[in-house]
């Protein structure tokens, strides 16, 4: 059985930092991309940060470019998100998130249309006040 365990968030102030975790059970890194989704309040989900199955590649969303980074410990099977200069923009509840895809070679794991992620963390709470 897969378990996927979101941990790290908390209440924050603007320009401050945080590192979101990912304990995974179950699961291996070499056939599931690995990925932290959020969904604010009133609004759809949206994807965040990814590291492709296939070679490690890493993809953003545009709105955390360079203010984001996603990594992952093989040796703990776990994955993590470091949040600098938050933005309250950023408050919401983030998921992280394993999987698959049926084609072949290295696509950007945010996209729906190539990947499918059928294994879902319970979510944690960020919030970033102004």
Same mark, same amino acid.
């Given at each position: 059985e897969v378990q996927l365990q979101a941990s790290?968030?908390?209440l924050v102030e603007a320009g401050g930092s945080l590192t979101l975790s990912c304990a995974a059970s179950g699961f291996t890194f070499d056939d599931h991309a690995i990925?932290? &989704? !959020? !969904?604010?309040? @009133?609004k759809g989900r949206? %994807? /965040?940060? =990814?590291? +492709?199955? #296939?070679d490690g590649s890493i &993809? $953003? @969303?545009?709105? /955390?470019? %360079?203010r984001f980074t996603i990594s992952r410990d093989d040796a703990k099977n776990a994955w993590y998100l470091q949040m600098n200069n938050l933005k309250p923009e950023d408050t919401?509840? $983030?998921? =992280?998130? @394993?999987? !698959? #895809? +049926?084609f072949s070679g290295t696509y950007p794991c945010l996209s729906s249309r190539v990947y499918e992620y059928d294994y879902w963390g319970q979510g944690t709470q960020v919030t970033v006040s102004s």
């Open positions: 790290g968030g908390g990925a932290w &989704f !959020r !969904r604010a309040p @009133g949206e %994807g /965040v940060a =990814c590291i +492709t199955e #296939t &993809f $953003y @969303g545009d709105s /955390v470019k %360079g919401a509840v $983030y998921y =992280c998130a @394993g999987g !698959r #895809t +049926t």
